[in-house]
């Protein structure tokens, strides 16, 4: 694993960020731990981007810090598009040629469950298209609950709390 350090230029903060970087920077993978973090990633995705006048295409992306960012006025929604996985069945292929055209600056998959093979086909898009492709993933945080949850969804059990 390797730890970036993110700053935002609007408000000097640094954030430790945990990214799996492939074997090129035109892909990556972040672990997300907390909703806040995910707002700190997509406020530094978009303004890193925003410079180069395309497109930022988010594939599933958290709706409520995009909101929230987008009412501070961090981030421009209208240099966003947003693609839900829930209301639309995105295909890889569809995902490759964004990648590949390069009319966005970015493509960011938010939860994406991928194999090795499918990220490494992500990455040679990527690269082709000189597209930045980055997944983030959110990783939940190992407390007793979240454990016994997780063994839970194995056996196809819930566990409601009352």
């Known amino acids: 694993m390797l730890t970036t350090?993110?700053?935002?230029n609007k408000a000097l903060r640094a954030n430790n960020i945990n990214s799996t970087k492939l074997e090129s920077s035109w892909c990556d993978i972040r672990s997300i731990t907390?909703?806040?973090?995910?707002s700190l990633q997509y406020a530094?995705?978009?303004?890193?981007?925003?410079?180069?006048?395309?497109?930022?295409?988010?594939?599933?992306?958290?709706?409520k810090p995009l909101l929230q960012l987008s009412k501070q006025g961090i981030?421009?929604?209208k240099r966003i598009l947003k693609v839900n996985i829930n209301q639309r069945d995105i295909k890889m292929k569809s995902i490759e040629e964004a990648l590949e055209k390069g009319h966005c600056s970015a493509v960011i998959l938010c939860n994406a469950t991928l194999e090795k093979s499918q990220v490494n086909q992500l990455k040679y898009y990527a690269k082709k298209g000189k597209t930045r492709c980055i997944i983030l993933n959110k990783q939940t945080l190992n407390t007793p609950m979240n454990l016994v949850q997780q063994n839970l969804n194995r056996q196809n059990l819930s566990l409601e709390l009352h």
């Open 44 to 63: 530094d995705i978009c303004q890193q981007h925003e410079l180069n006048n395309k497109w930022v295409l988010m594939i599933n992306p958290d709706e």
């Open 5 to 8: 350090n993110i700053f935002n």
């Open 34 to 38: 907390s909703k806040q973090e995910m």
């Open 75 to 77: 981030i421009d929604p």
